[in-house]
């Protein structure tokens, strides 16, 4: 692959776009560098599959500056340097798995002999051994998810975009595409990735930017992110489901939780305990809540609920 580290993959300065008098995207400034994962986090209708379809030269701003490897991607030529999944599953369903990977190959201009090449070595990547020759309107939804996401990475990309591409997939599928996009990083190649499950990012290692109403709201590492943006809280339940009044604590659901960041839990947690309100004996729970990915994000959008909070209430 021919990256050069020093050039930056992705370069957004200020790209701005609306729809009639809808302001979607208000400004945004973004870069991504070679080798780097950028986990994109938002709202449904944030503006995330904007500013992909934007970056990926198939709308155009209304004002700013968008570069991919330096280069407009409105220009014809950047197709050779993208690879783009979006959400929608997109494959050929009455060819083979070979035969899908190795039509996009061919369609991207690589020979027919190393699109075969390459085609198995997708196939190996993502545990398609065994469909090889299977019709893929035949398969599974996880193995129809993995053929589409393989499909955008035939021709070796500089940069990929995957729009949840773990979305209605299984465990196992889930662990191939992840596997494969860290070992696409690990190539150079710059990804970025879109998902609802946060847990993902962190698995990957991601860098993640977090878009709010139109502009990148926070960015930078997880940890980084978690520092500047949430702090531990701490709950204490009592048996007796009756709540002592103490200063610096107030009733949040049946329980009391410390008033402000608990820079030392173990501190807040002894002066409860020393107040005369308390009764000790009557404390049946102390949990320490320690941060998160997933409180960074909903400090800063809001309260709407990510699939990971929605899988821990099932």
């Not at 990735?193 to 847990?199: A, D, G, M, Q």
């Amino acid at each position: 692959m021919d990256t050069d580290p020093s050039d930056e993959a992705i370069s957004l300065t200020d790209a701005q776009k609306s729809y009639g008098s809808t302001k979607v995207l208000r400004g945004v400034d973004l870069k991504v560098r070679p080798g780097q994962i950028l986990g994109l986090l938002g709202k449904n209708g944030a503006g995330k599959s904007t500013l992909i379809t934007i970056m990926c030269g198939m709308l155009r701003p209304n004002s700013g500056q968008v570069r991919i490897c330096g280069k407009d991607p409105s220009r014809r030529s950047i197709g050779r340097y993208i690879g783009y999944a979006p959400q929608d599953i997109a494959v050929y369903p009455h060819l083979s798995v070979e035969q899908n990977l190795t039509s996009i190959g061919r369609i991207q201009g690589i020979s027919a002999a190393k699109s075969v090449q390459r085609a198995h070595e997708i196939i190996e990547a993502l545990g398609l051994e065994n469909q090889t020759k299977q019709s893929a309107g035949d398969l599974s939804g996880g193995q129809k998810r993995r053929l589409h996401t393989g499909m955008a990475l035939m021709h070796h990309p500089r940069v990929a975009f995957l729009d949840e591409p773990t979305v209605g997939a299984d465990v196992e599928a889930r662990n191939r595409i992840l596997h494969m996009v860290r070992s696409l990083a690990d190539e150079g190649t710059a990804v970025v990735y879109t998902s609802h499950y946060l847990t993902e990012f962190e698995k990957l290692n991601a860098t993640i930017a977090i878009l709010n109403e139109g502009t990148i709201a926070a960015s930078g590492t997880i940890p980084d992110l978690i520092s500047r943006h949430s702090d531990s809280s701490i709950h204490v339940s009592f048996a007796s489901g009756t709540l002592p009044n103490v200063n610096g604590w107030r009733e949040e659901e049946g329980h009391l939780s410390l008033e402000g960041p608990a820079e030392d839990p173990g501190r807040a947690i002894a002066r409860l305990l020393a107040d005369p309100q308390v009764d000790d004996s009557a404390v049946s729970d102390i949990r320490i809540v320690r941060p998160s990915l997933e409180s960074v994000y909903l400090n800063i959008v809001g309260t709407e609920k990510t699939a990971d909070e929605e899988i821990k209430e099932k």
